[in-house]
């Protein structure tokens, strides 16, 4: 599995629709201060389902979207897309080419695809999650994060560990039936109250 494409429009500081096509191996993005590096990383962050506006280095998830400059007005909306080589079938999806989207509108609404079809943020972290990829940015070490590494603490690194270890998707999977188990109960509760009341 490698990153094939990223294509970006919208996004921070890329206005127009921008392609960066990878090789297998290593890929290195050099330009002068503020010409937009880390706005490439955040990119991928983001597609692969970033919710934190802080590691995005913006205050609202509004931000990503590019704010327009002297010449060039606003845009309603952000786009990245990332195409994902899967021919050694590392991603859990029949399909030896991944492209997974997202789109958010200045207007609020936000959108994932997966091959083009219309997917949820949980369809892309689950498609995601065994890979070493995903939202929680562990693979993305930007700057100065490796001090936060370093400082980590047990509790922190042994989430590291875990997402390494692919056991954070089952956390999540557990958090999510207890959370189904709760309400459930509380419709039963409320459904003895019902019966005693009718009896
Ligand atoms: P450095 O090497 O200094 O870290 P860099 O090449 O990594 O810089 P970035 O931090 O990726 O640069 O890009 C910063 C630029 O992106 C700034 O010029 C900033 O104004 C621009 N930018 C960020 N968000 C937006 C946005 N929503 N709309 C337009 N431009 C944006």
């Known amino acids: 599995m490698y990153l094939k494409t990223l294509t970006i429009r919208g996004f921070k500081s890329f206005a127009s629709k921008t392609t960066f096509e990878f090789e297998p191996g290593v890929t290195s993005v050099i330009g002068p201060n503020g010409s937009g590096k880390s706005n490439v990383v955040d990119a991928l962050a983001w597609v692969m389902g970033e919710q934190g506006v802080k590691n995005l280095r ?6 990503v ?5 002297t ?8 786009q990245v897309e990332l195409t994902i080589d899967n021919s050694d ?3 859990p999806i029949d399909y030896s080419e991944v492209t997974i989207s997202r789109t958010l509108f200045r207007s609020g609404g936000s959108e994932y695809h997966i091959n083009g079809e219309a997917a949820r943020l949980l369809d892309i972290q689950e498609l995601l999650s065994d890979s070493g990829l995903g939202r929680e940015m562990h693979v993305i070490v ?5 001090d936060r590494i370093l400082q980590a603490t047990p509790e922190e690194r042994r989430g590291f560990i875990e997402e390494a270890a692919g056991i954070l998707k089952h956390r999540r999977r557990k958090e999510r039936s207890e959370r189904k188990l709760q309400s459930m109960r509380a419709n039963l509760d409320r459904l003895r109250d019902l019966t005693e009341e009718v009896h």
């Open 58 to 63: 913006g205050g609202k998830m509004e931000d």
């Open 142 to 146: 930007g700057q100065g994060q490796l």
């Open 71 to 78: 010449g060039r007005a606003p845009l309603g909306r952000a």
């Open 89 to 91: 079938g590392t991603l």
């Open 65 to 69: 979207i590019f704010a327009g400059t």
